[in-house]
T-cell receptor, first 116, second 113 residues
């Protein structure tokens, strides 16, 4: 059974710093890995999706990397802003013959606060 | 484009009552999911569906039922509500394939008292 762990559970940094959020998973036979953002009382918004054959994906100030062999992914946020404050969730989709239908396995998230 | 819409947003139930959480998506996605999120925890999969007429259990299905009569709708039924079902429920949808990101609704916050 896949287990996804996110470290740290919480992080508070001054505005403008670059930061890294970590995600590890126990079963490397994944279909893809997704990073989500969750604001208080809101749903999840997909930030980046990395296919199992890829090493990284970039969107604006966000860069996500994937190392399947070691079971790790990182989310790098450059030049952090107060608007980046949210909970960031990592999730894996395990490979199967159904096109990835089995749903996502989530970590508990990293609660990020960017101080103005 | 509405995406994934869940109703209601909030609900308080008494122990033993039943209710249906509604979920509809307008993106013509084959796959739909129900998750629950407890405080400080990640999301856990309750049920999923790969298309109309096809549903399957996820990690925590006990106490819930689903149906999928159309591509758009995937309601979640709670029978005989229990305090352990107090949670935030999220519906999600996606297309098949390794590049298909998941789209989530805004959630339903359910309290069972």
């Amino acid at each position: 059974k896949q287990e996804v762990t996110q470290i740290p559970a919480a992080l508070s940094v001054p505005e403008g710093e670059n930061l890294v959020l970590n995600c590890s998973f126990t079963d490397s036979a994944i279909y893809n890995l997704q990073w989500f953002r969750q604001d208080p009382g809101k749903g999840l918004t997909s930030l980046l999706l990395i296919q199992s054959s890829q090493r990284e994906q970039t969107s604006g100030r966000l860069n996500a990397s994937l190392d399947k062999s070691s079971g790790r992914s990182t989310l790098y946020i450059a030049a952090s802003q107060p608007g980046d404050s949210a909970t960031y969730l990592c999730a894996t989709q395990e490979g199967d013959s159904g096109g990835g239908a089995d749903g996502l396995t989530f970590g508990k998230g990293t609660h990020l606060i960017i101080q103005p | 484009n509405a995406g994934v819409t869940q109703t209601p947003k909030f609900r308080i139930l008494k122990i033993g009552q039943s209710m249906t959480l509604q979920c509809t998506q307008d993106m013509n996605h084959n796959y739909m999911y129900w998750y629950r999120q407890d405080p400080g925890m990640g999301l856990k999969l309750i049920y999923y569906s790969v298309g109309a007429g096809i549903t399957d259990k996820g990690e925590v299905p006990n106490g819930y039922n689903v149906s999928r009569s159309t591509t758009e709708d995937f309601p979640l039924r709670l029978e005989l509500a229990a305090p352990s079902q107090t949670s935030v429920y999220f519906c999600a949808s996606s297309l098949p394939g390794p590049t298909a990101e998941a789209f989530f609704g805004q959630g339903t916050r359910l309290t069972v008292v």
